[in-house]
């Protein structure tokens, strides 16, 4: 089958024939029909994340955003059958560790990020493995399409496990939102769908007019103004109760923490750059003195996706309206390139693997 494989950091992925994967007894190959293409997929083609002990090996096939058709199961697998359309979280749990069974499997003791390690082979190919495949694949609703579940990919799940399970947003609380690519305009219609007022911020006209459109309340142009707290605590009276910083660096970091109210909780989604190798410096005597709280989130539990789901069927967030661009496989590589001067806006996806 066809894969778009790492071969050298940074530069254009090899588009090769693999062999396709086998299901071993607990898991199932998925026959990939839409893929979303992310900034964690620029990160690991970067060759980022050595500082965190993360970096992606040479030789990953990469894609985690996957939706498709379930083409062959493992012996041991009962609860799905070849047909079944499903979405593959990018965080695979193992079903058994006691957070997964918690409820927690985004950070199971013996998980798998899918698309960033060679025990789980990712989706820019015709086809992937899932392994534990009752407990992480989510079957798809009828009236889903595999492009908008590829669209969904890590971006919502991230945004909406942050906002809804690890801040309890209440509705009519202010969210700042920092860095609106497709993880941070995510954020903003889940958010403004939670019932928050949503202050949208990026130094990019057309993103922020596509956060309006998604449902900011407002939206600040930070290669305009002089300082980003500033602004947002002149819209929301005293500063935000959640903040956002879907980039990851050190001055959406900064700005983010900086822009809470007394009490405020600053969620931390963006992955750091070459520049910050996951160090950024933060006001910790003010944190303290304000009962500011500061939170990493990642992914989100598979069996947590229905809540997400139940708000595609209900019209309440649409994430096929991210989509600007569809893709074959073999152009993957120029999307990833145009991302290292954040020439990309909205989500783009794969969709079609033969060519
Ligand atoms: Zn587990
Ligand atoms: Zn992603």
Do not use: K
């Amino acid at each position: 089958m066809r894969a778009a494989v790492l071969e050298a950091y940074g530069e254009p992925l090899s588009i090769e024939s693999v062999p396709e994967p086998e299901p071993e007894p607990h898991g199932a190959v998925v026959e990939v029909e839409a893929c979303g293409i992310c900034r964690s997929d620029w990160h690991a083609w970067q060759g980022h994340g050595e500082w965190a002990d993360d970096q992606v090996s040479l030789g990953q096939v990469l894609g985690h955003e996957p939706a498709g058709r379930v083409v062959a199961v493992g012996e041991d697998v009962t609860r799905l059958s070849v047909g079944d359309r499903v979405a593959v979280p990018f965080n695979l749990g193992d079903g058994a560790c006691p957070h997964c069974l918690n409820g927690h499997g985004n950070v199971c003791d013996d998980g798998h990020a899918l698309g960033f390690e060679m025990d789980a082979q990712g989706a820019f190919a015709e086809a992937v493995h899932v392994p534990h495949v009752e407990y992480n694949a989510v079957e798809l609703p009828s009236n889903v399409a595999p492009e908008e579940m590829a669209a969904l990919g890590c971006r919502y799940v991230t945004a909406f496990h942050a906002l809804s399970h690890r801040v309890d947003l209440a509705a009519g609380d202010w969210v700042a939102v920092h860095g609106c690519g497709g993880l941070g305009l995510a954020a903003v219609q889940l958010a403004a769908a939670l019932g928050a007022g949503v202050v949208a911020v990026d130094v990019r006209e057309e993103p922020l007019a596509l956060a309006s459109d998604l449902g900011a309340t407002t939206t600040v142009d930070a290669s305009t103004v002089d300082d980003v707290p500033d602004e947002v605590a002149a819209v929301t009276g005293d500063g935000a109760h959640v903040s956002v910083d879907a980039l990851g660096r050190a001055e959406t970091c900064r700005n983010s923490v900086d822009c809470l109210r007394t009490r405020g909780t600053h969620v931390q989604l963006g992955l750091t750059t070459e520049a910050e190798r996951g160090e950024v410096s933060l006001p910790i005597d003010a944190m303290t003195r304000w009962d500011i709280s500061f939170l990493g989130s990642r992914g989100m539990p598979p069996t947590r996706y229905d809540e997400l789901l139940r708000m595609m069927e209900t019209g309440r967030i649409d994430p096929g309206a991210l989509v600007t661009r569809r893709v074959p496989l073999s152009a993957v590589s120029d999307r990833l390139a145009a991302m290292s001067d954040y020439g990309t806006r909205g989500v783009e996806v794969v969709t079609e693997f033969g060519r």
